[in-house]
């Protein structure tokens, strides 16, 4: 009997590390493939080894390239760890590639982190796949409503948590200094002078507290691509300080889950880091500091008791979130993977899987599916677009990405020499 397989297709660190985990906790006893699509995030080999979860085959591979392949065609189970557009593009051309095959995978997409905006138009790029994950109960109701209300089967929206929810229960350690991590994020908030003044913040917290230690845990090194474009990494904005930082301030990079193994209390803007440390029932903050607003997420923490400013923190704010919005956002379940996995076996049980069908077509969104699949590299048949002439290594187009990307590998190369690797030697960076 052939193995059994789950792919995960990711384009990016962050949702490797989403839909990795979700393949562990759906198909426990499964191989475990890795696609990882060509794009501006395809995560580095730091990045990967910072997740720690090993994939027992991996490929890079544009995405137009799938539809043809037969090993993704004949596994179990495929993890759409990628855009909601990219779903869509996926769903719609697989759905075409695979219809009349006596055995198709089971399909599977959802959200990496906490979804905060743009719920709707998300949502609906992933109808149609066979498993749509919800994080939490809260919105496992809004999905099904919204599903109910277009015609698409709500019954397909399972309710789960985020994957990566675990770790021991958080208890004071005598044997170390009381530390405080402040998780950053690539792109909230996005403007220089607002991360300078988050990073001023830290400081000053450290300074007032030289007996606690105060990390700053990074997301990636300058140059490296995440889901979101990161304008102003710290790591480089630790030498426009207005003071020296002092000794207990530190740049650490590695698992998030191993860095909250060490942390008395987590401070964020919006990040996911901030369930990971509630689950854990650690002391969170949710900074307010710029306000509370829908472009920074941190409105998604409205109710959860956890809000809070730099002076609160300075004050000796320990904030725990309120139980029943723990409760209600996924905080706290013993098994929430349990339905996702029955959910592949009734689909199993049930027979031959029907065709994949995306709500949207080329009947009711020809243009909005029609510029989707071309940013993807699919026509609307479902098939690879075609190679531009000259693509293949020759020709003006050819020589000026080169020119670019050697000039972008100097420019990096400059950056972590002059820069970089002083700041992190004189921070003392993990």
């Known amino acids: 009997m052939p193995s059994r397989r789950v792919a995960v297709l990711a384009d990016s660190d962050t949702r490797w590390k989403w839909g990795a985990s979700v393949a562990r906790q759906i198909a426990p006893g499964h191989a475990l493939d890795a696609y990882f699509l060509r794009s501006r995030s395809t995560p580095t080999e730091r990045q990967l080894a910072e997740i720690g979860i090993v994939p027992d085959t991996r490929r890079e591979v ?13 596994a179990d189970i495929v993890v759409l760890a990628v855009a909601g557009g990219t779903v869509l593009a996926l769903a719609h051309s697989l759905g075409l590639a695979w219809a009349g095959r006596e055995h198709r995978p089971v399909t599977v997409s959802g959200y ?47 309710e789960c948590a985020l994957p990566f929810l675990g770790g021991d229960p958080y208890r004071p350690a005598p044997d170390r200094p009381f530390t405080v ?5 690539p792109s909230v908030p996005k403007d220089r002078g607002a991360r300078l003044t988050l990073l001023e913040r830290a400081a000053a917290h450290a300074r007032r507290y030289p007996e606690r230690q105060v990390l700053i845990k990074l997301r990636s090194l300058p140059g490296e691509q995440t889901t979101h474009v990161e304008s102003a990494p710290y790591q480089l904005l630790v030498d426009s300080l207005a003071e020296p930082a002092p000794e207990n301030l530190q740049l650490v990079y590695g698992n998030m889950g191993e860095v909250l193994d060490r942390t008395d209390l987590l401070v964020t803007v919006s990040s996911t880091a901030a369930m990971e440390s509630m689950h854990r029932r650690i002391p969170t903050a949710i900074l307010t500091d710029f306000g509370v607003r829908e472009a920074h997420g941190n409105h998604y923490f409205v109710h959860s008791g956890c809000l809070a400013s730099w002076d609160d923190i300075d004050a000796g704010a320990l904030p725990q979130p309120a139980p029943d919005w723990a409760a209600a956002h996924g905080i706290g379940k013993s ?24 709500y949207y077509t080329p009947g009711t969104a ?30 003006r187009v050819r020589r000026v990405v080169r020119k670019v990307a050697r000039r972008g590998a100097k420019r990096l190369y400059r950056v972590g020499y002059q820069r970089l690797a002083p700041a992190l030697r004189r921070w003392g960076a993990v």
Do not use: C
């Open 62 to 74: 544009p995405a137009a390239r799938l539809v043809d392949d037969e090993e993704l065609a004949n």
């Open 112 to 158: 990496v982190g906490v979804v905060y905006e743009k719920m709707v138009d998300g949502l609906m790029t992933r109808a149609g796949t066979d498993i749509v994950l919800a994080n939490s109960g809260h919105d496992a109701e809004h999905f099904r409503s919204v599903f109910a209300s277009v015609g698409v089967d709500p019954d397909s929206v399972v």
């Open 181 to 185: 991590t402040f998780a950053v994020q």
């Open 335 to 358: 098994d929430p993977y349990a339905a996702a996995r029955a959910r592949v076996a009734a689909l199993r049980a049930a027979g031959p899987l029907t065709p994949l069908r995306p």
């Open 366 to 395: 020809g243009t909005y599916l029609g510029s989707i699949l071309r940013h993807n590299g699919f026509d609307e048949q479902g098939r690879p677009l075609p190679v531009p002439l000259g693509a293949g290594g020759r020709g």
